[in-house]
């Protein structure tokens, strides 16, 4: 009896411990101007390195903006590489909430507004890459290309270990997750099947997966499931401008190389490249052959840049696209939510976010559907709400006038002229009696309606004399009644 009461205390002890655990929240340390922004409430950790067209780099799940410091060294020759570590991971604020897909495109927003990433390069892995999906569909002004690398499509393409999935549970994850923080071989255990060989394991890695909270990965992960699945974020792909690159490993077990093909049939403007022996992490696994690929793509989209960025002010100053912003929530920014997600933050996300314009993604067929040439299946028409104002037939009034004025020119000579519709001594009702006009029925000459007897309404003789001798009748009536009176 003893013994069970011990074992239930320590349950019930490493329950609290592990609530409490999963309430903690940490703030970014050592705050500077020329490494830290204020966006959308956190302070958020950059970088700036090179010089020439921006490129963004948006980080995935438990790592940083330190993932991407050997590609950014290889693009700072030709390109401005800025990457961020987003809220909850690498030196960033760490709070309670503001995790999933809508957020971090909110977040994305707000540095692309405060810098002026107009036209830039964005890549993004994991489920960053479905953060830079939603604002380059939200705002494509943003955006002069995309590159997708190993970014799921829907929630059964996005998987965890189980040493690291139960992390993500809820009560007792928090304290699995600390565990892994504090035990260097869990850790290891959370991140070898991120790579295909575990030589190719970066350090940073490692050391951003303990940097992070309880709350920011269990919430990001179970919030960025929902918001993908049924691949509500790949629709939105379908609205994207700029052309897409989609990478994936073909050794890859946190997200199916599937989700290529998901990516591919949506974007209309998209390549897909399978990187063979790579699992999760080509830029630390195949940094050469992927930042080939990368710089390839990057180069045959700077005539588009060049065109485009001429626009970019007429562009900006028509939308009121504030120069500067730190906070979104004072420029009035927010992105549109996804399918069925928070109708009530949805609505007043509606009232301050300006929509993107609908995008004609290709040649329009019969029935109003886009149609894109390779696509593994059809897509559906999302444009259902506008709507079809049919144009007036033009041809057909002018016709009709000039029937009526060569009538009119005709006369008598032309016409046969139209008998008077009252005809003395016939009954006022009769008035509604119009006999036809010849030719007036079938294109012979025929008439529908036979000709009608003259005396079809007449009233006969007999008839008008009862008629008359009541009237007379009455009359008199009334008149020696005036006189009685």
């Not at 963004?56 to 030709?78: C, M, T, Y």
């Not at 989700?259 to 399978?274: H, L």
């Not at 041809?395 to 009252?422: I, M, N």
Request: charged share 30%; net charge negative; proline share 7%.
């Amino acid at each position: 009896m003893t013994a069970t009461l011990i074992v239930l205390l320590i349950i019930v002890a490493l329950i609290g411990v592990s609530l409490a655990l999963g309430r903690t929240s940490r703030e970014a340390q050592a705050v500077r101007d020329d490494e830290f922004v204020e966006l959308d409430g956190s302070w958020i950790r950059y970088r700036v390195t090179g010089q020439g067209p921006p490129v963004l780099l948006v980080h995935g799940l438990l790592s940083s903006s330190r993932i991407w410091e050997p590609l950014a060294k290889r693009l700072s020759g030709q390109f401005t590489v800025y990457s961020l570590d987003l809220r909850g991971f690498g030196e960033s604020d760490k709070p309670l909430t503001g995790y999933g897909v809508r957020h971090g495109s909110r977040v994305l927003y707000a540095f692309c507004s405060h810098f002026r990433l107009n036209n830039a390069a964005i890549v993004g892995h994991d489920v960053g890459g479905d953060m830079v999906v939603k604002l380059a569909a939200d705002h494509p002004e943003f955006a002069r290309s995309v590159t997708l690398v190993a970014v799921p499509a829907n929630e059964d393409q996005m998987d965890l270990p189980t040493s690291l999935w139960l992390a993500t549970l809820p009560v007792i994850g928090p304290l699995f997750y600390v565990i892994g923080q504090y035990a260097d071989f869990v850790r290891k255990l959370w991140l070898k099947p991120f790579v295909s060989d575990k030589r190719d394991l970066p350090e940073e890695l490692m050391e951003d997966a303990a940097a992070s909270v309880p709350a920011a990965l269990r919430s990001t992960f179970n919030t960025v499931r929902r918001e993908i699945s049924r691949e509500r974020v790949a629709r939105q792909a379908r609205h994207l401008q700029a052309p897409v690159l989609v990478l994936a490993g073909e050794e890859d077990q946190i997200v199916d190389p599937q989700a290529a093909e998901v990516w591919a049939g949506s974007a209309p403007r998209s390549e897909v490249a399978i990187l063979e022996g790579c699992g999760h992490l080509p830029m630390s696994e195949l940094p050469e052959e992927f930042s080939s690929r990368l710089l390839t793509f990057l180069a045959g989209n700077e005539s588009g840049h060049s065109r485009r960025s001429s626009r970019a002010p007429r562009e900006e100053a028509s939308s009121g696209m504030p120069r500067e912003v730190r906070d979104p929530r004072e420029s009035g920014q927010d992105s549109r939510g996804i399918d069925g997600l928070e109708p009530d933050e949805e609505a007043s996300a509606a009232e301050t976010a300006e929509p993107p314009p609908r995008v004609s993604r290709g040649p329009v067929g019969r029935g109003g559907r886009l149609r894109r040439a390779g696509a593994a299946r059809r897509e559906e028409d999302d444009t259902g709400e506008m709507g079809y104002v049919p144009e007036k037939n033009e041809s057909q009034e002018e016709e009709q006038a000039r029937k009526q004025e060569e009538s009119r020119e005709e006369g008598p000579e032309g016409r046969q002229e139209a008998k008077p519709a009252v005809e003395p001594g016939e009954d006022p009702d009769s008035t509604r009696r119009v006999e036809r006009q010849d030719g007036g029925g079938r294109p012979g000459g025929e008439d529908i309606i036979p000709e009608l007897p003259d005396d079809l309404f007449r009233w006969s003789d007999v008839r008008k004399g009862r008629r008359r001798g009541r009237g007379e009748e009455n009359g008199g009536g009334r008149e020696s009644g005036e006189r009685g009176d």
